[in-house]
């Protein structure tokens, strides 16, 4: 095992292309950390990349990745930071090598090499252990996360009778047609009915319409995004969803449906297309993301641990500060668009 004083970060030597064919060797490797969502996030985010070998002496043991974003002028590095619609990104390293160490080595070169005040990150091989003492604080986020290894019934029987597998049944019997997507279309299909579902709670979407064009510009000419579309019998297209995946992992990224039309359950049916899509291609794990609701689906429940470290103790009060902000002013801003909604309604009537 490598000890914390052995191991230090430098900049990887060579273009994120090149960088690619390096993740590629890596057994647990996953979407988040490809060259194409990294693009994504820079893009989406005006960031910069950052990829970084972390050496032990000589030798490379392992990579880094994220991106700095400036915020009122400070530089923030994140893997990933919150608000990307990234679940994470992280180091990779070969076995036996420290996290621990790895961790301590990235802080460094982050605080005192990329001169930024703050570090987030996100990686599932990192527990709470590897991290001890080392100042970080964390969040932890429960997702849950099905088996795909399974034969499909098998996968099937594990749904909720009741609130998933009945509304599978019911959909299909009601003529539900579900599709595969790849065209331009489909990001005004979603960001419409992602409206509305936030519109329920006098919210609005977290992010514009222009992230998802961008997702779809960098991932679907890799084969590692599948879009999905619901179409009712008459062909009116009523939900849609938001896969990515990679080797052994699948994601569910997003999904947006009309309310008035719950009755079709497009929802389930869309999330078990999903399912069987990427068991077809040799996915092993299926990820549903947080939220009670995905209970019914079968998956296990996973945690994970948002970390995060400043440089300075003002920072965290700062960032907990923003985040509250932002919510106060989502909150404002569905308030203001239900009620433009109802104005405008009532000029009609």
């Known amino acids: 095992m490598t000890s914390s004083a052995s191991l230090h970060c430098e900049p990887f030597d060579g273009t994120l ?47 880094f990745t994220g991106l700095i974003v400036a915020k009122v002028g400070l ?36 605080f005192e090499e990329l001169k930024c005040i703050h570090l987030e990150l996100n990686d599932l091989n990192i527990s709470r252990d590897d991290i001890a003492g080392l100042g970080f604080r964390y969040k932890t986020s429960q997702s849950f996360l099905a088996d795909l290894s399974a034969d499909e019934n ?21 003529g539900l047609v579900i ?24 919210l609005v979407p977290t992010y514009d319409k222009e992230r998802i064009r961008l997702l779809i510009h960098h991932l679907l000419p890799t084969g590692n995004l599948l879009l999905l579309r619901a179409r009712e019998p008459e062909g009116r297209c009523i939900a849609t969803s938001i896969f990515v995946g990679l080797h052994q992992f699948a994601y569910f990224w997003g999904n947006a449906s009309w309310r008035q039309d719950q009755h079709f359950c497009p929802n ?45 103790s003002w920072i965290s009060w700062a960032r907990r500060t923003a985040q509250l902000g932002y919510r106060a002013r989502q909150r404002v801003a569905g308030l203001w668009k239900k009620g433009k909604s109802h104005s405008a309604s009532d000029e009609e009537t």
């Open 17 to 63: 292309d090149d960088w690619g064919e390096v993740l590629a060797g890596f057994p647990d490797r996953e979407i988040f950390q490809t060259p194409e969502w990294i693009r994504f996030v820079a893009e989406s985010q005006g960031a910069t990349p950052v990829v970084l070998a972390v050496k032990d002496h000589s030798a490379t043991v392992g990579y």
């Open 75 to 110: 530089k923030i590095l994140g893997s990933p930071f919150t608000g990307w619609t990234t679940p994470r990104m992280g180091i990779r390293l070969l076995p036996d090598v420290s996290r621990r160490a790895a961790v301590e080595a990235v802080v460094r070169y982050a």
């Open 154 to 174: 098998a996968i099937y029987a594990r749904m909720s009778s009741s609130a998933c597998r009945y509304r599978i049944r019911k959909a299909a019997k009601m």
């Open 179 to 202: 599709e595969e997507a790849s065209d331009e279309g489909f990001v005004d299909d979603y960001y419409a009915q992602l409206c509305d579902v936030f519109a329920k709670q006098s």
């Open 268 to 312: 389930e049916a869309l999330q078990w297309h999903g399912m069987k899509y990427w068991k077809q291609r040799g996915v092993r794990y299926y990820e549903f993301g947080g939220g009670n609701y995905k209970r019914k689906y079968g998956g296990e429940v996973v945690e994970s641990d948002l970390l995060w470290k400043s440089k300075y």
